[in-house]
């Protein structure tokens, strides 16, 4: 449903927060007041729980203490930049914490980065100090050797190691996690006053349509999400949250800050598996959840999804691509519970829209409402949002007219790190230029039809690749696909789709282009199908359609036709 203004003021002043949610520079903001709060009210309770570590409120509050003071005494100051290269842990949670409480910036690493993608941002972004867990020793240890030997430098004082295992031999002083942190036991913690405006964390993005950049969050942007959340969401201390999606990636991270200043509980799975999360669920008690759609094919298509109960769970979120409504009728059924879209960047930390019915849908059929939890969704609280043709007027709210989304607000991003360039193509008149082509309906949702360079035009037609995948996502022996433009000499571009079947699943090409020709038009239908046994994804799961797409126009100077 959607959230009145008066629940959020009273939202921001509950949680101690100035103002109405507005974060003018100057204002008061540090995302730590979440973490004072929880331990101020709930010392005793259960926080986290991580494998066989279970801390309560109080506790983690002194490991975070802790951990200020190694910072401090490290000389890292306000705006120091520590990076992290770790599955999804309890530490990971006190990272978080400790760098807000002394204005230092995290810069969270995806692990699945090659080693030189590893080198360029920590080279990038000045870090200060590596935290990372040894099952990536290998490539922290060979990325910096590289360095040394190719007479690069870092700014890197320390390297901290977490997990089991010999710490390698590395140029740059190495010592344990758990040692750093608890040399400082039983210390208050350290705390500085912040503003809105305060780098919080610097992320870097997966470089899914070109070379990646440093995304700067502020602890105004990182906190009028969260609170938004908590609004739009209903959170409250009685949630139990499972970080399944990687903690590295916002389609996660936000939940940090909005469960900690609820009270609710963190659970973490180091790295997914389906047929583990589906049991964590159950064993938790896991009230809600958010994944990459890919993760929620994978718990749909374990052969133990209907081995658990999943009573406690009330809501399944996915963000990162459009869903089917038919997966979103699946969520629903064997899950027993909501299903939520939410859409949005690293860039708008990261809400923009969530696909949460008006009061006045829900006594529509179960159809309709799944049909509106499966649009891209409405504006969320706190955002302004728009859809513009090309010469900036807006669409109209017909569902058919097609712009690109424009938003402000408080959660928008400051800017790219040192990229003035980038930030000046993307942020204009206050504005961020998502690249995202979208409709918009009578009732105000907006429905992604495709990303501005992802659009094919084949015969003087437009054509939105998630129209099509959609239709794909319908055929019953279908997993996952990914549809694109490839040059065609005739149509200009035709349409390839690569899919991943099920398991022993036989289906031939022509079937189906056949099934898409039943549900579009003609001319929608794909002209080529690549079977393969998986799709290449970034780290947090997104398809990486870029890498399939480029293989088809190598050797072109354009990547139109």
């Given at each position: ?13 509950a949680f101690g927060i100035p103002g109405v949610g507005e974060f003018q520079r100057g204002t008061p903001v540090n995302l730590a007041i979440s973490l004072r709060r929880a331990v101020e009210l709930w010392p005793d309770r259960e926080a986290c729980v991580d494998g066989l570590k279970r801390l309560s409120w109080s506790e983690l509050g002194q490991r ?317 609280i706190g955002v302004e949002l728009k859809v513009v043709r090309p010469d900036g007027k807006n669409v109209e709210k017909n569902g058919l007219d097609v712009g690109e989304i424009i938003a402000r607000g408080p959660n928008v991003f400051r800017g790219y790190w040192h990229n003035e360039e980038a930030t000046r193509e993307t942020l204009r008149d206050g504005?961020?230029?998502t690249g995202d082509l979208a409709v918009i309906d009578e009732d105000g949702y907006i429905n992604i039809v495709d990303r501005k360079k992802d659009m094919i035009i084949s015969g003087g037609e437009n054509i939105y690749s998630t129209e099509v995948e959609h239709a794909l996502h319908d055929h019953p022996q279908i997993v996952e696909c990914a549809v ?78």
């Open positions: 449903m959607a959230v009145p203004l008066p629940l959020l003021i009273s939202v921001y002043t975070v203490a802790s951990l200020t003071h190694a910072f401090r005494d490290l000389g890292l100051t306000k705006g120091s930049v520590v990076a992290c290269m770790a599955p999804n842990c309890v530490e990971y949670l006190e990272l978080y914490y400790a760098t807000s409480c002394l204005g230092l910036v995290l810069a969270p690493i995806n692990f699945r980065l090659s080693e030189q993608e590893v080198r360029e941002i920590l080279v990038h972004s000045g870090a200060e100090i590596l935290v990372c867990h040894t099952d990536f020793a290998s490539t922290a240890a060979t990325m910096l050797s590289d360095l040394e030997s190719a007479g690069g430098t870092t700014n890197l004082k320390l390297v901290a190691w977490l997990g089991p295992g010999i710490l390698p031999q590395t140029t740059v002083k190495s010592t344990h996690y758990e040692g750093f942190v608890m040399s400082y036991w039983r210390r208050e913690p350290l705390d500085i006053e912040l503003y809105s405006e305060d780098l919080a964390q610097l992320y870097y993005t997966s470089g899914t349509t070109g070379q990646s950049k440093g995304v700067m969050l502020t602890h105004g942007n990182v906190a009028s999400n969260a609170l938004g959340a908590i609004a739009e969401l209903q959170l409250t201390d009685k949630d139990i949250w499972a970080h399944i999606a990687p903690m590295f990636h916002l389609v996660d991270a936000w939940a940090v800050y909005a469960i900690t200043w609820v009270g609710g509980k963190h659970v973490f799975m180091p790295y997914f598996k389906a047929d583990d999360a589906l049991k964590l669920i159950e064993t938790e008690n896991v009230t809600i959840t958010a994944l990459v759609p890919t993760m929620a094919n994978a718990l749909l298509n374990s052969g133990k999804v209907w081995e658990y109960s999943y009573s406690k769970l009330r809501a399944v979120m996915t963000a990162g691509s459009p869903v089917a409504p038919d997966t979103v009728r699946q969520l629903e059924e064997v899950f027993g519970c909501d299903y939520i879209q939410f859409y949005g960047m690293t860039e708008t930390s990261p809400f923009l829209t969530i696909s949460l019915p008006f009061a006045p849908h829900l006594a529509r059929s179960k159809q309709e409402v799944q049909a509106i939890r499966a649009k891209t969704g409405r504006t969320f504005w961020i230029y694109f433009g490839i040059p065609d000499e005739k149509w200009g571009e035709s349409i390839k789709a690569c899919v991943v079947l099920k398991s022993e699943a036989t289906v031939s090409e022509l079937e189906v282009i056949e099934f898409v020709k039943e549900r579009l038009a003609h001319y929608k239908a794909p002209r080529e199908v690549e079977f393969l046994s998986e799709l290449p994804k970034t780290g947090s799961g997104k398809i990486l359609k870029k890498v399939l797409r480029d293989k088809c126009w190598q050797g072109r100077l354009k990547r139109v036709n």
